[in-house]
């Protein structure tokens, strides 16, 4: 009998070894942590983009911020903004746009807490640190 626990102990270890981390299922928080960082991320590639349209450049700003009320009307106004609609990763970047908004009014509307309505810090892009050598 003695035996028969060791491999079951030993087979319990193995396989809490073998599943990652992140076994947990995504909350609503974290789905919107995650979509809003492609969001900004993919904002910055097209800002940045060489090959993408002029009309880039006159698109609204997209800095986001989950924890800052005024993502929502950042949201809306980047989805209603009238340019650049025959640029195909503007509007993929809209889609996206949509569907956070969509997760943060309906799906997620009270698991959320927003920390500040500061409008203006979504209009200045957050720097990384400085790392000091």
């Known amino acids: ?13 193995l396989l809490s070894a073998a ?9 609503c928080y974290s789905r919107v942590l995650s979509l809003s960082k492609e969001i900004t991320e993919s904002f910055k590639e ?10 880039v450049e006159t698109l609204p700003r997209l800095y986001l911020d989950i ?4 993502v929502l009307a950042k949201l809306r106004d980047f989805v209603a903004y009238p340019g650049c609609d025959r640029v ?20 997620c509307r009270r698991d959320l807490v927003f920390l500040t ?13 400085i790392e000091h050598s």
């Open 1 to 13: 009998e003695l035996p028969t626990v060791r491999m079951l102990l030993l087979l319990f270890a």
């Open 19 to 27: 599943l990652p981390a992140s076994a947990a299922p995504p909350t």
């Open 46 to 55: 097209l800002q940045t983009s060489k090959t993408v349209d002029s009309c």
């Open 67 to 70: 924890h800052n009320y005024c």
């Open 88 to 107: 195909v990763e503007v509007n993929e970047l809209k889609e996206k746009a949509r569907s956070l908004y969509t997760i943060l009014i309906s799906y």
């Open 117 to 129: 309505d500061d409008c203006n810090a979504l209009e200045i892009p957050i720097s990384p640190p």
